[in-house]
């Protein structure tokens, strides 16, 4: 059996469904991750998350290594039981902290050296650590220690970082001692299409698991984003599984599967919840605005999740203004579900040969169409 299996291709654009099989069961794609930073998604249980239709979700490797540490998870007997989680899971290297932490780090060739966060501690983590880490913890697919640059790096710099990646990604094949895992590599290079590529060339010729696009949604704006994208997905091969990190708006996913895409994570979600944020089939809403004081409906009619079967949006409006954290727990699951709903849309079309039609509409639509308001808060970190 492969380990992804391609089970429809859109005939118009690139957009494909597939099956990408995990030591904990097939995950049915293009799929949207949650994230679970440490080891958990901010407020929501585990049969909660898998009742709105989570297939995986994410951890951080980073924040686990320093709470509550790997051993810690050992012997607990690995992530999924700390987490309580028996379905797919993925955890990132820890290459992203390079850029999101780089005021309290140094980079050179050999790794990072970073002052902790929680008591400024130092720490270096390289691609064999980084690999090691993610082995001990024990999930489904791990991803190559990289160095994401900044998007308006000097061209020197975003150059280096792509050497690093390429350098460090073939110390973490080197290292990779877990074969129930799957180990993806990330292409670097930020908008720059040449170093995309390269770094593409570079990576395949190692052939991984599956490839990640990294870099991208730290500052580029969405249309560069957009476009590095449907440049660099096509480079990678067909017939792996293509992850897009820390993407995004509904527009953003939407157009990353046209370019053929398979996987993406984003807090978007759970953090824009939790700022009484709610995406609705009409277009994001504030719930803490004084319009739904007395509105008794639910937060989206057409949704049958847990929060809009339960409650009014009166009523979550006033959970958020009395800090009652039911509020951002029941907006978090719901934005979760209506993400989940999402993918389930783009998946149908493309099975039925509809998605290019589809997407189109969509695009056009407040539901799934580019919002300022939605746009903030992005990234795969929450804090």
Sequence with gaps: ???????????????????????????????????????????????????????????????????????????????????AWDGPILTDSGGFQVFSLS?????????????????????????????????????????????????DAKPPEQQKAVERTIKWAKICKQSHSNDKQLLFAIVQGQTDKQLRQNCAEELIKMDFVG???????????????????????????????????GVGTPADI??????GVDMFDCVMPTRNGRNALAFTENGPIRLRNSAYIDDFGPVDASCQCLCCRTFSRAAIRHFFNVSEMLGPIMLALHNIVFYHNLMDKIRKNIEN???????????????????????????????
Excluded at 254 to 259: G, K
Excluded at 358 to 367: D, E, G, I, R, T
Aim: proline share 6%; net charge neutral.
């Design 254 to 259: 939407i157009q990353a599967v046209e370019a």
């Design 103 to 151: 005021s309290i780090n140094a980079t050179d060739d050999s790794g990072t050296e970073f002052s902790s966060p929680y008591d400024g501690a130092k720490i270096k983590l390289d691609a064999t650590g980084a690999t090691n880490i993610q082995n001990r913890l024990g999930a489904d697919i791990i991803m190559c220690f990289d160095q994401c640059p900044a998007f």
């Design 211 to 245: 490839y990640a696009i990294g870099g991208l949604s730290v500052g580029e704006g969405p249309e560069q984003m957009i476009e590095t994208t449907h440049f660099t997905a096509p480079l990678l091969p067909e017939n792996k599984p293509r992850y897009l990190m």
């Design 353 to 383: 040969g509809t998605f290019k039609i589809w997407a189109a509409q969509a695009l056009s639509s407040p539901a799934y169409g580019r919002s300022i308001e939605a746009n903030k808060n992005m990234g795969n970190i929450e804090s």
């Design 1 to 83: 059996m492969s380990i992804f299996e391609i089970t429809k291709k859109d005939s118009q654009s690139n957009a494909r469904m597939g099956v990408l099989q995990t030591a904990h069961g097939p995950v049915s794609t293009p799929v949207f991750m949650p994230v679970g930073t440490r080891a958990a998604v901010k407020g929501i249980m585990p049969k909660e998350l898998s009742d709105a239709g989570s297939q995986i979700v994410l951890a951080n490797t980073f924040h686990l290594m320093l709470r509550p540490g790997v051993s810690v998870i050992e012997k607990s007997g690995g992530l999924h039981k700390f987490m």
